[in-house]
């Protein structure tokens, strides 16, 4: 059975940076297409960034420039480096796989002085 597991959430300042962790268990991810979406609280739920077959990447609009998406195969992690990050950044971060539609259990991010 695929698990998807997000690691690295928490608390902020505005313009830090953070890196979340999303380990793939119950299945080699290297080649995987790999998502990162977030849901703000009584906003939708929205992609963020993919990484899709081996390096193939994407970016929405509202990131583009401050997070980077990237996969370590021998560790089966991939990770969303959070640069410069806003208080518009806060959400719970969810990793998903689009095949078999896996999602994890998401990690919140709050960004507050």
């Known amino acids: 059975q695929v698990r998807l597991v997000e690691s690295g959430g928490g608390l902020v300042r505005p313009g830090g940076s953070l890196r979340l962790s999303c380990e793939v268990s119950?299945?080699?991810?290297?080649?995987?297409?790999i998502e990162w979406f977030r849901q703000a609280p009584g906003k939708q739920r929205e992609l963020v960034a993919g990484?899709?077959?081996?390096?193939?990447?994407h970016y929405t609009d509202r990131v583009k420039g401050r997070f980077t998406i990237s996969r370590d195969n021998a560790k089966n992690v991939v990770y969303l480096e959070m640069n410069n990050v806003g208080p518009d950044d806060t959400a719970v971060y969810y990793c998903?796989?689009?095949?078999?539609?896996?999602w994890g259990q998401g990690t919140q991010i709050t960004v507050s002085s």
């Open positions: 998903h796989r689009p095949r078999g539609n896996i």
């Open positions: 119950g299945s080699p991810s290297s080649g995987d297409n």
């Open positions: 990484l899709y077959a081996t390096s193939v990447t």
